[in-house]
């Protein structure tokens, strides 16, 4: 089974100030890893994706996010907050099952993303 | 390529009612995958076609709800004798297969459901 905690359900910072959500999963096996920004009313787009590569991972917006197995984290982080990256995000992990493997995420219950002139 | 498309973005009924929601992937996308979001949480997995075949659906979906996908391309999901429960975001997805693994998913906009 896997599952995704995200630390903190709501986080305030202010504009062009470092953006940090964390994010810790749990797999038994290598997991594939994704964060995703919902905006009102809108679906989940896709931010960026860890998938065994590099472990740091660039995304679209200015933001990354680092894989550490060690401390089984994929924390995303932004040097400059826009006030366009006042959202909800959510931190998700899969696994390749292998033979017809799918993109069966679960997904953290979401950070909600606050940011201040 | 317009995206994934649902219809209705959202629908009120009262408890009891039946309700359909259709989901359009993106045309080249033989995979596609219902979600569930409720306020303050995150999506959880419903159901996932692989063409026109259902392969896997969460102990979620109970049997109030069903799913097709009759010609492996719209999907619609319905839900019987709704209750007050059932109110909350029906999210689709789609994807097709990447090398390497990591299936990465498009979603919709969601349709909402409040049920009264």
């Known amino acids: 089974a896997q599952s995704v905690t995200q630390l903190g359900s709501h986080v305030s910072v202010s504009e062009g100030a470092l953006v940090l959500l964390r994010c810790n999963y749990s797999?038994?096996?290598?997991?594939?890893l994704f964060w995703y920004v919902q905006y009102p009313n809108q679906g989940l787009q896709l931010l960026l994706k860890y998938t065994s590569a590099a472990t740091l991972v660039k995304g679209i917006n200015g933001f990354e996010a680092e894989f550490k197995k060690s401390e089984t984290s994929f924390h995303l982080t932004k040097p400059s907050a826009h006030m366009s990256d006042a959202a909800e995000y959510f931190c998700?992990?899969?696994?390749?099952?292998?033979?017809?493997?799918?993109?069966?995420?679960?997904f953290g219950q979401g950070t909600i993303l606050t940011v201040h002139p | 390529d317009t995206g994934v498309s649902q219809d209705p973005r959202h629908k009120i009924t009262k408890r009891g009612q039946n309700v359909t929601f259709r989901c359009d992937p993106i045309?080249?996308?033989?995979?596609l995958y219902w979600y569930r979001q409720t306020l303050g949480q995150g999506p959880e997995f419903l159901t996932y076609f692989q063409n026109e075949a259902q392969l896997e659906k969460s102990r979620l979906l109970s049997d109030r709800f069903s799913a097709e996908r009759p010609k492996g391309s719209f999907s619609t999901l319905e839900i019987q004798r709704t209750e007050q429960g059932d109110s909350a975001m029906y999210l689709c997805?789609?994807?097709?297969?990447?090398?390497?693994?990591?299936?990465?998913?498009?979603f919709g906009a969601g349709s909402r459901l409040t049920v009264l």
């Open positions: 797999s038994s096996v290598p997991p594939y």
């Open positions: 997805a789609s994807s097709s297969p990447q090398g390497g693994g990591a299936n990465v998913l498009t």
């Open positions: 998700a992990v899969t696994t390749d099952a292998g033979g017809t493997s799918y993109g069966k995420l679960t």
């Open positions: 045309s080249e996308h033989n995979r």
